[in-house]
C-alpha cells in the first residue's frame, strides 16, 4: 500500500503545474509567434484530456501560487497564465485573466497535451 502511496504522490508532484512567464503583460516574446513541431502523439504527456478555462482576477498572484513560485519572482517576470494538469486523471486546467490573447490560450493548451515543453 506504500508503494501505491509514493507512486500517486510522484506522479501528482510530476505531472501537475507550469506557469507561463513573459516580461510584463503588454509583451509577449516573438517565439510565441513562431511556429512549432508537435509532438508525435505517443510522446505527449497526454492525448484525450479534459480541458477546463477558469477566469482568475489576479493571474500572477494565482499562477504563482499555483506553481509554488515567490510573489517577488512572480512580479518580476509575470505570468500571462498558467496550466496545471493530471496524467492520472487526464485533466487540465488552464488559468487566465479575463482579457487575454489566443497566443497565451493557445501556449496554455499546449501544456495540456506536452506538459513542460519550456525545457
Known sequence: MDKYLKLLCCLLCLGLLSGCQT???AYMPVS????????NPEKRAMNDVR??????????KHCARTVGMGLEQSYMTPPQGCATWSKARQACTIY????????VLGH????????????
Open 23 to 25: 516580461m510584463g503583460t
Open 32 to 39: 510565441e509567434m513562431e511556429k512549432f513541431q508537435s509532438l
Open 51 to 60: 480541458v477546463r478555462w477558469e477566469i482568475v482576477e489576479d493571474v500572477v
Open 96 to 103: 487566465t485573466p479575463r482579457v487575454t490573447t489566443h497566443t
Open 108 to 119: 496554455e493548451l499546449r501544456h495540456c497535451f506536452e506538459g513542460h515543453f519550456h525545457r
